[in-house]
């Protein structure tokens, strides 16, 4: 019988690292306790990312030459979801262009509904995409502040040539509430660290990695690699020296070049794992948040057959340090700065429209002119081929995963922008089709016509009178060959 296993991981760091050391330096005056925290750097996330768009990005990474039409469900796990009362997951899926037969959920109330998703997954005998996003707020000159990262992080969970098989798993719910943030609050409450330390961590952690190890029959000093996505200095090493699991075994938890990136840190720090892991290893997977999850995996041969994808080091790889700290603050809401009359635009979405449109909106779709195969986007009944004004004659193509080239740009410094000047200009994709598009993550040195791009899903703008959030696809500067 052909086991349920990992059959892909992706991952998605944000570009800018904002520097530990600049938060510190402009709090300092009022927390100078905070500075054996203020080393490193964290994830931030651009003003038009959150836990939808950097799930998009992860779980394409994850898809990297696998058809995605075998996907039959998705699950996006987060704490951070944009929309209380809408479909987060099914946002995800018009992006991914999945079939409109896939089945989407929505995770979130804990911080390990990620590995609680991944376990439900384990339990189907239907191939599916868990997903796991978060950005988070937290006040300034705080802990948090300094501790947390943006980032997401997806598996695909199926049958049949899988990189890693299920050798166990364990699960204990308890109220514990280490920390809690009420519907509708902006931040966390956190409670005596010392106390989450010893009952939370150590005791409920602790007892359920070792009560998983006991019941499989699994002895400690087996176990490859050992994931628990706690950013408190000392706490894995620690479990690890009390169960019995040798020290090499204890996995980065990436504090020092991401932070906590919170229901993504367990597949996150999994996937980093994945990618340095060999066949034949065994890995233990730990999720924490009114209770535990505990996953006992063990990696094949198809590992190394996997195709090669961006990851967690590729995105560490492309990192923009960034010392801004009154930016990020005014990206998160937490600063207000004067925007200006150029901001006061009505972005009223009509429900119809984007309803109608949501292919070519949200999936990047356009057309492909089967008699002369001319493509275009957005699709219409009428080819635009100016020597042959072909009607009905146009089938769905996909633009989004692409490569494109810079045809025109401009520098734009007047009209607002959370993040002045705005790019944007003319692409033309590999295969045809052309797009005037908004540039992401692009300073003057990125910018030149000819320069390779790629397309990612974004916010494209925020209709404040509504609380509703617009997205779209932006290109930014990518590596040449890189799609």
Known sequence: MTQT????????????????????????????????????????????????????????????????????????????????????????????????????????????????????????????????????????????????????????????????????????????????????????????????????????????????????GIAAETIDHLVVPVSVRGVAAGLAKKLGVRAEAVADALQATVGDTGTAHPLLMLAAVLEQATPGQRILVAGFGQGADVLLLETTDALARLPRRRGVQGHLAARQPDDNYQRFLFHRGLVELERGMRAELDQKQPGSTLYRHRKAVLGLIGGRCTKTGTVQFPRSDISVNPNDRAVGTQEDYPLADRPARIVTYTADSLSYSPDPPTYYGTIDFDGGGRLVAAFAEASAADIEVGRAMRMVFRINAVDEQRDFIKYFWKAVPANEGEG
């Open 5 to 216: 296993g990992i059959l892909a991981f992706g991952a998605y760091i944000p570009r800018r690292r904002l520097q530990r050391a600049a938060i510190h330096a402009a709090n300092k005056w009022f927390a100078p306790g905070l500075a054996g925290l203020a080393k490193g750097e964290r994830a931030v996330a651009n003003w038009d990312e959150d836990a939808v768009t950097m799930a998009v990005e992860a779980a394409r990474d994850c898809l990297t030459g696998i058809d995605r039409a075998t996907v039959d469900g998705l699950t996006l796990a987060s704490t951070t979801l944009p929309f209380a009362d809408r479909l987060n997951a099914g946002i995800v899926k018009e992006a991914l262009t999945l079939g409109d037969a896939t089945r989407a959920t929505d995770a979130a109330g804990s911080l390990r509904a990620a590995t609680s998703a991944l376990l439900a997954a384990f339990e189907s005998d239907r191939t599916q995409l868990c997903v796991a996003a978060d950005l988070r707020k937290a006040r300034a000159a705080s802990e948090g502040e300094l501790m947390q990262g943006d980032g997401a992080a997806a598996l695909l969970v199926g049958r049949g040539d899988v990189i890693a098989r299920v050798l166990a798993t364990h699960s204990v719910t308890s109220d514990f509430v280490d920390h809690f943030r009420r519907a509708g609050a902006t931040f966390d409450y956190g409670w005596e660290s010392r106390w989450i330390r010893d009952e939370g961590y150590t005791r409920l952690l602790g007892g359920a990695i070792g009560d998983a190890l006991a019941a499989a």
